[in-house]
Structure formats: structure tokens, C-alpha cells
């Protein structure tokens, strides 16, 4: 797997994903008092690896974790971090329920049956860690409702609660001093109730939101670079013209398609289809919770 460890400000640093495992970004914010580790991986491999870059890159030693939210690729790693963890309420329950399951083969497969689990996410988990029966999964020990601030010293980390389609227990990190948010996966599609799906009620207002903090830099923990305001404004007014669309029109699929281009004042592309279909299957399932 290639990894590169980039420092995008003087105390901000991001590690780069990988499809391959789904591994995706890690990230630090180092301060006088020490670093808060953004996420903690999908295996412990991915987590020590974080650590021997920030060592060579001369960052403070890591302080806290914080987890973005519940999601395997996000927790996997807590073990190899033994230092203080903090998230979410919601976070902390579903990850301390994580940690009493069975991650054999045979428990992946049923519940991926049973669509407690889906069958990307079962892959992946068994193709970054092919033996799991040394698997511990280390739950938070510290939680939050709302917010949270931690002052490392010289550089000052907002933890927040925002929530999303992807994962109603989302929260980012964000570091005023440098201009830049950790977005973990707030932004991304519900993938968990059948096809790829967002709402217009959750997802404008979540992206309006973001685009409130003082930023010039937003790191999604999927996207291979970080988005710049400008960038992260322009896919919000796509996703609003489109979503709006879809919300006005209805279930009437032709329909939508036959009135976006008009609205989007361009051609359509396939990229634009394929968000006009998770808004309309957010249509059909307006409200969901975790499954776990």
C-alpha cells in the first residue's frame, strides 16, 4: 500500500488514503502540549504507520485520538493508539458495541446477511486483515453531546457533532488557528440502506454548515487531496441545484433528468446522474438511524 504522510500548515498534518483496503485519511494536530490523532485507521497496521510518519516528521507525541465516527475503517486501529480517546456519545456506543462482536469470516458473512453489515465493508475488513482473531477494538473513553475544545498548546482543536447521511454520529475537527476542518465522512453518501442515498434536508444544510467555519482547507477522509473553500462551495451548489431539483420534481425519474440540465445549465454527465439517484433513493428512505 503507498502512503504519504503531508503537512498542510505549520501544525496539520494528513496522511493520504488508500482505496485498496479502504483505508482512508488519517491526520494530526500538533501542539506544544502534544498531538490529537484524527481517526485511528482500519487495522492497527494503518494506525502504527500514522505514528512512525509523525515520529519522522518530528510531531509532538500524540496526546489524544479522537474518532470522526463509527465506522470500521475509522476505529479499527484504537488499539495500537494507548492514549486518551475521545467522541460522540452515539460514537462511543456503537464503538463499544463493536468491540463485544465476533469479526470471524463466518459472523462477517451472516450479518452481511442479515444487512446489519454490507458486503463492500465485509470485503474490505477481510482484505486488510485477513486474521482477525487478535482484533480488539478499543472504545472512547471520553464523550461529548455537542462539542468539545482541546488547546494543544499554541494550536486549538474545536471537536463538533455535525451528523450527515454517511453516519448520524459524525463529528469534524476544527483547527481555526490554521484555517482547516477534518470532515472524516459527514459529506459522503448513506451506503448502509440499499442504494447510495443523501437527503436534501440533512446534506445542504450540513455543507451551509461547513462552509460557516473561517476555512481554507477541508480534509475528506476519502478524497485523495484536500479541498480548498472554493472547491467544497462549488460541489455544494451542484449538489443544491441538483437535490433542489429532485425534491421539486419528485419520484418521477425521466422527469428529473429531463429538467437538470436546464437547472444546471449543462449537459448532463454521469456524475450528475449518479447524484440525482441518491437524492431520489433519499426520497424513499427520509430518516434512518445507525445500524448497529
Known amino acids: 500500500m503507498s502512503h504519504q504522510l503531508n503537512q498542510i500548515s505549520p501544525h ?3 496522511l493520504t488514503p488508500d482505496s485498496t483496503t479502504d483505508r482512508p485519511i488519517l491526520g494530526a494536530v500538533s501542539g506544544a502540549h502534544g498531538s490529537l490523532i484524527v481517526d485511528a485507521g482500519n487495522s492497527p497496521a494503518h494506525a502504527r504507520l500514522l505514528l512512525r510518519e509523525l515520529d519522522a516528521a518530528g510531531a509532538a507525541p500524540p496526546a489524544f485520538l479522537m474518532l470522526t465516527h463509527w465506522h470500521w475503517d475509522h476505529v479499527f ?3 495500537a493508539l494507548p492514549i486518551p480517546a475521545l467522541a460522540h456519545d452515539e460514537t462511543r456506543r456503537i464503538v463499544a458495541k463493536m468491540a463485544r462482536l465476533d469479526w470471524s469470516d463466518e459472523a462477517l458473512d451472516r450479518r452481511v446477511d442479515e444487512g446489519v453489515e454490507i458486503a463492500f465493508c465485509r470485503d474490505m475488513i477481510k482484505a486488510e486483515l485477513p486474521d482477525r482473531s487478535e482484533l480488539t477494538i478499543r472504545p472512547p473513553e471520553i464523550g461529548f453531546s455537542s462539542q468539545v475544545e482541546l488547546d494543544l498548546g499554541g494550536v486549538t482543536c474545536r471537536i463538533v457533532h455535525v451528523g450527515g447521511d454517511h453516519a448520524h454520529d459524525s463529528s469534524v475537527v476544527y483547527v481555526p488557528e490554521e484555517r482547516i476542518v477534518f470532515l472524516g465522512d459527514c459529506i ?7 442504494p447510495r442515498r443523501v437527503t436534501t434536508n440533512t446534506l445542504l444544510p450540513l455543507l451551509d454548515r461547513l462552509l460557516g467555519y473561517d476555512a481554507a482547507y477541508y480534509l475528506a477522509a ?5 479541498l480548498s473553500r472554493a472547491q467544497l462551495a462549488d460541489e455544494a451548489a451542484l449538489l443544491g441545484t441538483i437535490g433542489r431539483t429532485v425534491e421539486q420534481v419528485g419520484r418521477d425519474r425521466a422527469a428529473i433528468l429531463a429538467r437538470l440540465p436546464g437547472a444546471l445549465g449543462a449537459d448532463l454527465t454521469e456524475e450528475h446522474v449518479e447524484i ?7 426520497l424513499a428512505l427520509p430518516v434512518v438511524q445507525s445500524v448497529m
Open 77 to 79: 486501529g484504537t488499539a
Open 12 to 14: 496539520v498534518y494528513w
Open 188 to 194: 459522503y453518501d448513506d451506503l448502509y440502506h440499499g
Open 276 to 282: 440525482a439517484d441518491a437524492f431520489l433513493a433519499g
Open 222 to 226: 476519502h478524497h485523495a487531496q484536500p
